[in-house]
């Protein structure tokens, strides 16, 4: 892991000269830049740079780590001009979308194409049944009763089989011991639907090649989203994963890294 703008990311090189723009991953809840190692992986062999912070107090990131919305999206902004990164190809899972997706908004000249998976983006969206839970009073009381099987569990329940116990433990850590359950109730509690009115439309004037890879199974960001996105987004192709649930670059990384390659290699 290495450091950049106080956020710390993952790497995978190619072994010689990078062929297009380097990939940048943003990772959602429960998860971190842990997540994208098979898929950097293949890309790398494909002779792409790929980059991953670790955000909204997940994976590596410290006590002092950003946690809501909109720091977030300030520190992923940080991230991107402190490596000094021009154009890029952007892939978004879960919160995700909500932070890289307005970075494209508003960097359009930076953005060379993007691949959104299992999110949301919309001025209209609705919490599912976890995200109210959290968002209300209850959720101190919620956060503080999470334990390790209960967190292994609802990752199940998402894409049942999907994780290793190495995994579930890595996830787990900054639930354990570090800023998890409170970047878990900052961020819901500050990522209001409203808040993306500022960027309603602009993805479908990017211009750039958009693939939209969804589990077609997941019940937190159910398809309907997915075809939403690909009726707002001209030269946009939606690949739905039949079987697969929200996690699904866990659960089907070497189909998702297919993909992935096939689609930036043509686009």
Known sequence: MRGQAGLPYREAL???????????????????????????????RAGRRALAPDLFGLG???????TTFE???????????????????????DWGGFVGL?????????????????????ADGKWHDMGKAMRSELGEELVAALDRDG?????????????????IASYWQPFEDGPGRKATLDFYRSMDFEKLEPWQGKLGELGVPTLILWGADDRFAPLKAA???????????????????HFIYDEQPERCARELVAFLSSS
């Open 102 to 122: 307005a970075w494209a908004c508003d960097h359009p000249a930076h953005v060379d194409a993007l691949v959104i998976s299992d999110t949301g983006f919309f």
């Open 14 to 44: 190619p072994d010689g000269d990078a062929n297009g723009a380097p990939v940048v991953f943003v990772h959602g809840f429960p998860e971190s830049s842990l997540m994208w190692e098979p898929v950097m992986a293949e890309l790398a």
């Open 151 to 167: 967190f292994a569990a609802v990752l199940d329940a998402a894409s049942p089989g999907a994780f290793d116990e190495a995994r």
């Open 71 to 93: 720091a977030n999206l300030e520190a992923f902004s940080r991230f991107i001009d402190g490596l000094e990164l021009d154009r890029v190809a952007l892939v978004v899972h």
């Open 227 to 245: 075809q939403r996105f690909e009726r707002e987004i001209p030269r946009s192709r939606l690949v739905a994963i039949e079987g697969a649930g």
């Open 60 to 66: 590596e990131s410290g006590p002092d780590a950003p």
